[in-house]
């Protein structure tokens, strides 16, 4: 058994411990390969890498129950994968395929699967957060113990709807656990330009929720946290949230250099401090794995990533006759 | 069995009983709880409900329209109250990026069953912040439904076909209106959305309208039947969608049209409405298209000024006479 570094009272078991890199990679590969299809024109518009912050989804959905929701953001790719979302319909998604999540309709910055408890990418920075607490007012109103978990960035906490919907989640008590994931950008501005402390967490103790500012590309880190956050949620403890350190891997879109962004800090971050790197380590030093084992899980991970690729450019184009005849069925009402 | 209650009671009945029938539907707005409603369309349902669904929120409305929505999402049924149709400025991340399009977003794997009940128009020298009438701005998203009822009747059945719908609903009352009386049963009935009602016929002009003015548009075809005028009155109930059959039928059948709402008539319903009458059923009019509609104005504080803004029966008489070519009766 892994001990985790906090709280000693919660462990990891190894299959876990595994799964989560195998995850992470999943998210890696997913979106290094999203990026080819784009660049070989597969792919248009734009969309928003989860490179380096793939400890955060990782970690944060692995301390959740099957039947929890999550609602995500533009950049969401890494938190859908995390709650367990095919890549094979994602990828069709992103490629605005019939077969995609939403029939090529939604794309990446609107992803969802309802039923499987991922709410919805959101296009809006901070869109997301009110729909979280209303997911959390619905969870409570029927009486069950399921929590919504609102993953958010910097950029939104300086948008008015936070301090709004911590306010409510605080004064109603409610199931949420707020993962504020501060990747240091807004775009292209950096949070010290934006605001005042350095510390985002506060803005919630400020309304009388708990907080916690830890590393963010420590997955074990990361997943203990969570844990303890959905516990204290589900038990009616009130709102959680946590503040995630991490950074983009570039810029904000996959059209975006970054090139605003210092070399020395890009550097750090995914070097030293790469999420997934970190975890291997982890893993090979405390005797978990071999480096042999975490490579075939490598080749598994790009297996299932072939399969999701063929899968989405085998999908069909949607058919505008039958979009047109959804649209005028939409029209009538009764 | 009818019986006589006023626009508010009709509204606070419909909620009470959906909240009876479905306990998946709560209320959440300002002052909805403790207070009752502004407008005292809320009495009572804490008392019977409980505060986990009668809730008094802050003053936030983009979040707890949002809040709406999240629930929505998960098999709610919410109903949001927002004080004045002119703080629907404060929300429309979440109705118009958020709730309209979430069901096409998802490919129709999601909904949002929500009425965001709000109440809008001139009249109670609230002046420019308190007075608007917005609803084109709701009319021109797709994945909106539009409701705005001119009768207690009416009201209490839409509220409470808009409250089982699927769809997000904006459900606009009169501030008007609230004191109004009229007919409706004790049983239970719905009015269904998107059907429009005849509520005068007539053979010679059609006065179109909705909510408020729909009354007024009933009280000058009266003054018009003594001139000899027989005036049709189609009163919409719902915008979107918009009952396209009953206003051609009544265009057809009369062959002059008369659009007439409080809100600016620069942009405003009724010019999209008119346009379409004249696009679907041109060769049957005998008199263009005219619209009865605000100034093109903020609404002014002082009494004078503000019964200026919004027609009047006058204005409603003179542009069906106008279409029939008749001489303004001094």
Partial sequence: MLQVNVNQEIVLSPEKAIEMYRRMMTIRRFEQRSIELYREGSIRGYFHPYLGEEAIAVGVCEALRNDDAIVSTHRGHGHCIAKGMDLGRMMAELLGREGGYCRGRGGSMHIADVSGGVLGANGIVGGGIPIAIGVAKGFRLFGTDRIAVCFFSDGASNNGVFAESINMAAIWNLPVLFVLENNHYAVSTRIDETSMSAALADRATAYGIQAETINGNEVDLVYETATRGAGLCRKGGGPFLMECKTYRHGGHHVNDPGSYMPKDEMDFWRGKNDPIDRWRSRLISSGLAEGEDLNRIDGEVESLLDEAVEFAKRSPEPSVEEFLAELEASRCHE | ?330
């Fill in chain 2, 1 to 330: 069995m009818s019986r006589v209650i006023m626009y508010r009671e009709a509204l606070n009945e419909a909620i009470a009983e959906e909240m009876r029938r479905d306990r998946t539907v709560f209320l959440a707005g300002e002052g909805v709880a403790e207070r009752g409603g502004s407008f005292r369309t809320s009495v009572g349902l804490l008392d019977e409900f409980g505060p986990e669904r009668v809730v008094d929120t802050p003053i936030s409305e983009a979040s707890f329209t949002g809040l709406g929505v999240g629930a929505a999402i998960v098999g709610c049924r919410p109903i949001i109250e927002i004080l004045f149709v002119d703080f629907a400025t404060l929300i429309m991340d979440q109705l118009v990026n958020q709730a309209a399009k979430y069901d096409f977003m998802s490919g129709g794997r999601g909904r949002v069953p929500m009425v965001v009940r709000t109440q809008g128009g001139s009249g109670n020298g609230l002046a420019a912040q308190h007075s608007q009438s917005l609803e084109a701005w709701f009319y021109h998203v797709p994945g909106l439904k539009v409701v705005m009822p001119a009768t207690p009747y009416d009201a209490k059945g839409l509220l409470k076909s808009a409250i089982r719908d699927d769809d997000p609903v904006v459900f606009i009352e009169h501030k008007l209106l609230y004191m109004s009386k009229g007919e409706a049963p004790e049983e239970e009935y719905t009015v269904p959305l998107g059907r429009a009602d005849v509520k005068r016929e007539g053979n010679d002009v059609t006065l179109i309208s909705y909510s408020r003015h729909t009354l007024l548009c009933l009280e000058a075809a009266r003054k018009l039947s003594e001139e000899g005028i027989d005036v049709e009155v189609v009163d919409l109930r719902t915008l979107s969608p918009l009952d396209k059959e009953t206003i051609l039928a009544s265009a057809r059948k009369t062959g002059r049209v008369v659009v007439v709402h409080e809100a600016c008539k620069q942009g405003g319903v009724g010019g999209d409405i008119a346009a379409m009458i004249m696009e679907e059923a041109f060769d049957y009019l005998d008199a263009p298209v005219v619209r009865v509609a605000g100034l093109d104005t903020p609404i002014p504080f002082n009494v004078t000024l503000e019964n200026a803004c919004t027609p009047d029966i006058k204005k409603i008489c003179s542009a069906a006479r106008l279409l029939l070519y008749r001489n303004e009766v001094m």
